[in-house]
């Protein structure tokens, strides 16, 4: 335990709020304590969590989360580090700005780094450098996941030849998952209720090669 995975991408847009939370769940779900930082400006997911205790107040908690708010990068190293210290994976939704003065604590403190994308031309070349750039510098283990892929985009020659070279390019940095289609049951997420069958389902292809990733340990 006491693992840190990210989610994080330098392209906004991908999906990495409603990864996280539905990553945050699943494994809760499946037996595995966790505590998520919500770790962006926005404080998206720690706020939907509050607007979720307001329409479920008698739901129980599956997972606690923090929010990382007017912190220096020094009090966010500290903060990490005593969360490591808990029985428990710590997963964090990740700023979207690469140039927040506190991701370099979150990155180099990381196991773990999932990176939701599209394939579509602008958002698989930002994936590309961003991944670049990571690897040279921090030392999580990197997963990728096409999310929201639809059925008939698949077929489309552009976006056959952008999954082939998003195979091919992104090898050397890590891992690319199985994609998660394009579906309602996946487009919003809820912090409190347990995951359907059919979410489940949807999630635990792309889901289960970063789970095996923790199980074994993380990365030295």
């Known amino acids: 335990m006491g693992k840190i995975i990210l989610f994080t991408n330098v ?6 709020t409603t ?4 990553f945050a769940t699943y494994l809760s779900q ?3 304590p966790v505590a998520v930082v919500d770790a962006d400006i926005q404080q998206s997911l720690y706020d939907h969590r509050q607007l979720d205790l307001q329409n479920h107040p008698n739901a129980p908690m599956p997972w606690q989360i923090k929010a990382f708010t007017g912190m220096s990068r020094d009090e966010v190293a500290t903060a990490l580090t005593n969360l490591k210290k808990l029985s428990c994976d710590i997963i964090i939704d990740c ?3 690469i140039i ?11 196991d773990i780094a999932v990176v939701p994308t599209h394939y579509y031309y602008d958002v698989m070349k930002a994936t590309f450098k961003f991944a670049e750039m990571f690897k040279a510098r921090f030392r999580a283990q990197m997963f990728f996941i096409p999310n929201n892929i639809s059925g008939i985009e698949e077929g489309r020659p552009g976006v056959k030849v952008l999954r082939e070279d998003a195979t091919e390019q992104l090898k050397p ?16 997420y809820n912090t409190l209720i347990p995951l359907t069958s059919y979410q489940i389902n949807a999630v635990k292809f792309p889901f289960k090669p ?3 990733e923790l199980e074994k340990g993380g990365v030295d």
Do not use: H, Q
């Not at 392209?11 to 990495?16: A, E, R, S």
């Not at 199985?178 to 919003?188: G, L």
């Open 19 to 22: 990864l996280c939370s539905f």
């Open 11 to 16: 392209k906004g847009g991908v999906g990495k």
């Open 30 to 32: 499946s037996g595995r």
């Open 210 to 212: 970063i789970i095996e």
């Open 100 to 110: 927040d003065p506190n991701l370099g604590a979150i990155y180099s403190m990381a």
């Open 173 to 188: 940095y890590g891992i690319l998952t199985a994609r998660i289609k394009r579906s309602v049951i996946v487009a919003e």
């Open 95 to 97: 700023p979207g700005n």
